[in-house]
């Protein structure tokens, strides 16, 4: 720390990604990204007329790609708000709709960049325990009076609330935002955007990071009300008006008019999770009921550190948390038929 930095973030502290190898000898099974590429349409979307237009500056109001996200969602262009990446569609919720005075609420158990956003803008967090089996109780949530998140499914246990539990928080905290992370509504959830017809309180987001394999494109968006975009529209243009760059614009939409491939894609990512959790249950593990592209898995022979370090050694990157109520469990992604194969022989190896 130099003896610059402001007072106000000497005690910040950061979020930690899942490690990033720049080689290629790990599958990778940490981070939740698509074990396939984007689709052909993606690719031939971005070509060398986009790169040469990379000296002009990006549609600052997305236009295309929120005209087709309108009509795929079946919202209007003005409900919706495109980030680089949902992580900064955090922030500007943050920004926009937390102050010191109303506090935010989260569980216990959740996506790690919610108390680093809190942190980072001094928003006061109350974090509710979940439930002994992981799930969230809804009732928790009711006339909290704070502006809540939620991530559903939740990572990194994969549950889902129903819809009608995500609609009875919404009801019951009228005087403020409830923001849905649905970063993983993809591979098995059910989406609240219907709801914002409803509720002027909601905000959706999504991300193209998961089911989308764009990742490294980084691209998010939020669906809401028009007055809250509007909002949101204002913090964006505050911060960074060319937030999503010209290539991921293109990247984006294109992904969107290739809907039956990205379907296919989850729907197999669906199918290999049922026969991971299948196999990994006769091995003895306990698993989550996940929703999501990876699932959430303990073993009572062996710890979550010692699973994480000697899945390592033999070439497979899992995600283990370091938090004392997770502390047994690793999260591991859901890759291709062949990399599923391969850690669960190694994990049937390392148990005996
Ligand atoms: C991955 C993830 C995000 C962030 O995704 P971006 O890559 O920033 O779009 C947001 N929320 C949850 C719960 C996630 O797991």
Sequence with gaps: ???????????????????????????????????????????????????????????????????????YLEVKFNNIICGNGSDEIL?????????????????EITYGFYPVLSNLYGIEAMEIPLKSDFSINADDYCNVGRTIIIANPNAPTGICLSLDEIEKIIKTNSRNIVVID?????????????????YENLIVVQTFSKSRSLAGGRLGFAVANERIIEDLETVRNSINPYNVNRLTLVAGKASIENQSYYDSNCHRIILIRKSTVDMLKKLGFEITDSKANFIFVRHNKISGSAIYEQLKQRGILVRHFDKPSINDYVRITIGTEEEMAKLVIELKELLT
Excluded: H
């Design 91 to 107: 922030s500007f919720i943050y920004i926009a709709f937390c102050d010191k005075q109303t506090g935010v609420c989260y569980p």
């Design 182 to 198: 649905e970063a993983y509504v993809d591979f098995g959830g059910v989406s609240a955007i219907e709801l914002i017809k409803k």
């Design 1 to 71: 720390m130099s003896k610059f930095l402001s007072d106000r973030l000497s005690e910040l502290k950061a979020y930690k990604p899942g490690e990033q190898p720049r080689d290629e000898k790990f599958i990778k099974l940490n981070t939740n990204e698509s074990p396939y590429p984007p689709s052909k349409g993606v690719i031939e979307a971005i070509n060398s007329t986009e790169v040469e237009d990379l000296r002009l500056y990006s549609d600052p109001t997305c236009k295309d790609l929120r005209s087709v996200l309108a009509e």
